[in-house]
């Protein structure tokens, strides 16, 4: 199972940004999606999460309002549309897959998102 996080890059407080976490060979409905993030010096941070079935379970505090998880009808893509970007928002941005019924975890590589002016 190979994920595929994208969509990071330099944007301005202010602006927005797409991220999408795709798959190689297989659809991702059969897993639960999150997004995570980590900045420098700092733990990894759960920032959303989708069911198997496209149920969105969590939405961390500092980003609710402002940030949407969603997936595409076939499946192949889930999304993190990233509005209103602050600067504490910079980060490397990863997404994990969980298998439905193993629960065995894979991740992507991650993406950068730079907030700044």
């Known amino acids: 199972v190979q994920l595929q996080a994208s969509g990071g890059g330099l944007v301005q407080p202010g602006g927005s940004l797409r991220l999408s976490c795709s798959a190689s060979?297989?659809?991702?409905?059969?897993?639960?999606i999150g997004w995570f993030r980590q900045a420098p010096g700092k733990e990894r941070e759960g920032v959303s999460c989708?069911?198997?079935?496209?149920?969105?379970?969590y939405y961390a505090d500092t980003v609710k309002g402002r940030f949407t998880i969603s997936k595409d009808t076939a499946w192949s893509t889930v999304s993190l549309q990233m509005n209103d970007l602050k600067p504490e928002d910079s980060a490397v941005y990863y997404c994990?897959?969980?298998?439905?019924?193993?629960?065995?975890?894979?991740w992507g590589q991650g993406t950068q998102v730079t907030v700044s002016s």
């Open positions: 060979g297989f659809t991702l409905d059969r897993y639960a």
């Open positions: 994990k897959a969980r298998a439905a019924v193993t629960f065995e975890d894979f």
């Open positions: 989708m069911t198997s079935s496209g149920i969105v379970l």
